[in-house]
């Protein structure tokens, strides 16, 4: 069993240490956040993640991890170094690499011995490259493990990937890697540094232009009465596209899809390729947001001032509390900018600070006296709520399901315009 460190807890830091910690390596995570440290090692998860309180209860149990402000403390007889810091994007759409600079350098001052260094943030493309030339006196083993991790289902995902992806400009070292992951039973990849970067990369931006293309059929499909779900169905039924990824809704967001997408368009820009379909992906993401905004005004008359809309869901998804580049808020900006006065509901999310939005403290409490109500996030919870009850409390009995989760049969008659984005089902 190896002696892990591992850099950086945020939700894909802590998700790796836990996950391996539950394969029996020894784990000790650093950060520079006491509080973060503190709570970890107080038995308490920082983030909201299923799954990782009761994995943190066992590895600690069994004393197979633990956590400390102390980088040199972290990297004592530590086999790998795992980096999991953030890279978010700068204004122009390229990576921000200063989290991985200042863990490289924490992590070059520190070393006592060859430790292999896996990178597991998303890097750009090049930069394995660029840290070569940035720390020539850093000799160890370097290799890169992009994660696959989806919010909310991160440690499932981490203990039953599709794939891993192991990149490296020498075999042993890609080997080596490979070997602490030798008891997850799924196809482990070898490949190059650079390699490793563009698979990270263009997985991402490939799930992003499958949602953007169903997307652009719903479209069509409810200007032609077409029954998208159906049609996603028959799709998703050919093996060669695949059923997953191919619900249409609000558009993707999240702290990788938009940022990671970008990021894509521009590395390429900087070397003379355009990403066309990409950046079409990109623009078509926009379109659907405009096409909410468009059936609220198709609703409510071209002037939203006076106007109350609630908001089901804050999220840029279920199963998280996360609201980065969600499209509930790109939406709720735009009804503001257009004068309407929202009042949000989350089952997770109860402080944000959107000038201007008040949080309901039930998804009917929202709902009192409104004109409209827009579904932006697929909480089950909202599944649940009485049709009836619902359309009662509203003082304009409008409602816009942009998830398609409303059951058609019971909520359409008590309301006078249901507006199923994509069309009814
Ligand atoms: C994503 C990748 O899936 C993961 O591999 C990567 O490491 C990080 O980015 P995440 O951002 O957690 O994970 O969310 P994901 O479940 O992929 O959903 C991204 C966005 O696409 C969400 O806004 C979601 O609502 C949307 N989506 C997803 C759809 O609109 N339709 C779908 O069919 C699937």
Redesign the pocket.
């Known amino acids: 069993m190896a002696r892990i460190a591992v850099f950086g807890l945020g939700y894909v830091g802590i998700t790796t240490a836990l996950g391996f910690a539950e394969l029996g390596h020894s784990i000790v995570g650093f950060d520079v956040s006491a509080s973060k440290v503190e709570s970890l090692n107080l038995g308490l998860i920082p983030i909201y993640e299923e799954g990782l309180l009761d994995s943190l209860k066992s590895s600690t149990d069994q004393n197979l991890i633990e956590f400390t402000l102390d980088p040199k403390a972290a990297l004592k007889g530590a086999d790998f170094v795992f980096l999991c810091v953030p890279t978010p994007m700068k204004v122009g759409g390229s990576a921000d690499l200063t989290y991985v600079d200042t863990a490289l350098s924490l992590i070059a001052e520190n070393l006592e011995h060859q430790t292999v260094i896996v990178l597991k943030s998303t890097l750009p493309l090049g930069t394995g490259n660029s840290i070569k030339d940035m720390f020539t006196n850093l000799r160890n083993p370097m290799a890169y493990n992009p ?6 289902t991160a440690l499932a ?1 981490f203990r039953n990937p599709d794939r891993i992806i192991i990149g490296a400009d020498d075999t042993n070292t890609a080997a080596a890697v490979a070997e602490i992951y030798k008891t997850i039973d799924s196809p482990v990849l070898l490949t190059g540094f650079g390699e490793a970067e563009l698979i990270k990369y263009a ?2 931006a490939f ?1 992003a232009v499958k ?1 953007s293309f ?2 652009e059929i719903a479209h069509l499909a409810e200007a032609t009465k077409v029954n998208i779900s159906h049609v996603s169905k028959g799709i998703g039924l050919d093996k060669r596209i695949g059923d ?14 938009p940022k ?1 997408s970008r990021e894509l368009v521009t590395t390429a820009a900087n070397v003379g390729v355009r990403l066309g379909i990409l950046e079409a992906a990109i623009a078509g993401n926009e379109e659907v947001k405009d096409r909410i905004v468009a059936h609220a005004h198709n609703a409510l008359g071209s002037n939203l001032s006076g106007k109350r809309i609630a908001v089901w869901g804050l999220t ?2 279920a199963k ?1 509390d996360d609201i980065r580049d969600s ?1 509930s808020v790109d939406v709720i900006r735009r009804l503001q900018a257009a004068g309407a006065n929202v009042i949000a509901f989350d089952p997770v999310v109860k402080s944000m600070s959107i000038q201007g939005v008040d949080l309901a403290e039930s998804a009917l409490g929202a709902c009192r006296g409104s004109d409209l109500l827009i579904l932006m996030t ?1 909480w089950p919870e909202f599944v649940e709520e009485n049709a009836n009850e619902v359309a009662q409390s509203m003082r304009n009995r409008n409602l816009i399901d942009t998830r398609r989760i409303l059951d058609h049969s019971s909520w359409e008659r008590h309301f006078k315009n249901f507006i199923v984005l994509g069309g009814v089902s």
């Not at 994660?147 to 909310?152: H, I, K, V």
Request: one cysteine or more; charged letters at 25%.
């Open positions: 994660e696959f991790l989806r919010e909310g995902d997985s991402n799930l949602i169903i997307n997953k990824f191919l619900n249409p809704g609000p558009g993707w967001g999240g702290s990788c899809f990671d840029f998804k998280t499209p697929e």
